[in-house]
């Protein structure tokens, strides 16, 4: 939800970073690749007690991620690009449930939940993306939902600062993404149905 309705307050820094990184002679995929070691390292730090670090390298893994797209359609995007680009957002999500799991190994029942929700969600993200026929911004037709990858962030940062509150924040982070991927496959019905 807040992709969608947010970015546009937040675009003009991530094209002058854009633009940076091109003057640099960086490549798209090249800040995919640096947004994604960048990322890994965020359930890492959480492991090892630096739970403020894993936040921190977690949204600047984040920001890159946005930054990478907005290189791309400012040059010549790369299928493979893409695929890298969505592969990597969720070996980052699963860098961060599996610190917190192997920290605090009393709600990795919950964690478990939690992954199946967001595999449930992309599942039907990235399917209804390869067979529709419609085209957004993005090289594939974008969902959009109450759960979008800020709002993800912003539940995983909860859950490395608040280690207290961690299985309550997991559950109503499994609900909503359980909802978003629901929400998303009555949406596709709706838009496949028509073509």
Same mark, same amino acid.
């Given at each position: 939800?807040?992709?969608?309705?947010?970015?546009?307050?937040?675009?003009?820094?991530?094209?002058?970073?854009?633009?940076? =990184?091109?003057?640099?002679?960086? +490549?798209?995929? #090249? /800040?995919?690749?640096?947004? !994604?070691?960048?990322?890994?390292? +965020?359930?890492?730090?959480?492991?090892?007690?630096?739970?403020?670090?894993?936040?921190? /390298?977690? $949204?600047?893994?984040?920001?890159?991620?946005?930054?990478?797209?907005?290189?791309?359609? #400012?040059?010549?995007? +790369?299928? !493979?690009?893409?695929?890298?680009?969505?592969?990597?957002?969720?070996?980052?999500?699963?860098?961060?449930i599996l610190g917190i799991a192997f920290a605090i190994p009393d709600v990795q029942w919950a964690l478990l939940l939690l992954s199946v929700s967001i595999i449930f969600s992309m599942t039907v =993200?990235?399917?209804?993306?390869?067979?529709?026929?419609? @085209?957004?911004?993005?090289? =594939?037709?974008? @969902?959009?939902?109450?759960?979008?990858?800020?709002?993800?962030?912003? =539940?995983?940062?909860?859950?490395?600062?608040?280690?207290?509150?961690?299985? $309550?924040?997991?559950?109503? !982070?499994?609900?909503?993404?359980?909802?978003?991927?629901?929400?998303?496959?009555?949406?596709?019905?709706?838009?496949?149905?028509?073509?």
């Open positions: 939800m807040l992709d969608t309705h947010a970015r546009k307050y937040v675009q003009p820094a991530i094209e002058k970073t854009a633009k940076g =990184f091109l003057k640099l002679g960086m +490549s798209a995929n #090249q /800040v995919t690749i640096l947004s !994604f070691i960048i990322g890994i390292s +965020s359930g890492i730090f959480f492991y090892y007690g630096f739970p403020i670090i894993a936040v921190i /390298v977690l $949204w600047l893994s984040g920001y890159l991620d946005a930054v990478d797209g907005t290189m791309a359609r #400012q040059t010549k995007p +790369s299928a !493979f690009g893409t695929v890298m680009d969505v592969t990597f957002d969720r070996l980052v999500e699963i860098s961060v =993200f990235l399917t209804v993306g390869a067979v529709s026929e419609k @085209q957004g911004v993005k090289s =594939f037709y974008y @969902q959009a939902g109450l759960a979008e990858r800020t709002e993800g962030f912003i =539940f995983l940062s909860l859950m490395m600062l608040l280690p207290a509150y961690v299985l $309550w924040t997991t559950l109503l !982070f499994f609900f909503v993404e359980t909802f978003t991927g629901t929400q998303r496959l009555l949406e596709a019905k709706r838009i496949l149905d028509k073509e």
